[in-house]
């Protein structure tokens, strides 16, 4: 069992950025694929980002390329979401979630673990 908590959201202007993290505990939790999700009210939740478990392969929404970083730290078990020029649309709950399979997915489906959430709020 993984447990996933995110932190780091809040509400900032349009240009400005955030960083979220999301702290992982359980077995072997460094040996995952970890994504990042949103879901803005109404809306399905998408993919954002993820990186495998050595952090050597990234991958971004291009809605969010250039924009976005991922990076982990396996020695902390934490995953962070880098946001700059943050744009009003990129408003939505994130989520942070685990896949056991080594390879990257970027469907909700494939990610077996998932944290409640934070907010994220850009005004314009």
């Known amino acids: 069992q993984v447990q996933l908590v995110e932190s780091g959201g809040g509400l900032v202007q349009a240009g400005g950025s955030l960083r979220l993290s999301c702290a992982a505990s359980?077995?072997?939790?460094?040996?995952?694929?970890m994504g990042w999700f949103r879901q803005a009210p109404g809306k399905e939740r998408e993919f954002v980002s993820a990186?495998?478990?050595?952090?050597?392969?990234?991958y971004y929404a291009d809605s969010v390329k250039g924009r976005f970083t991922i990076s982990r730290d396996n020695a902390k078990n934490t995953v962070y979401l880098q946001m700059n020029s943050l744009k009003p649309e990129d408003t939505a709950v994130y989520y942070c979630?685990?896949?056991?399979?080594?390879?990257?997915?970027?469907?909700?489906?494939?990610?077996?673990?998932w944290g409640r959430g934070t907010q994220v709020a850009v005004s314009s």
């Open positions: 979630a685990a896949c056991i399979k080594l390879q990257v997915a970027r469907d909700p489906i494939a990610y077996d673990y």
């Open positions: 359980g077995r072997t939790a460094s040996r995952y694929v």
């Open positions: 990186i495998n478990w050595i952090g050597s392969g990234t």
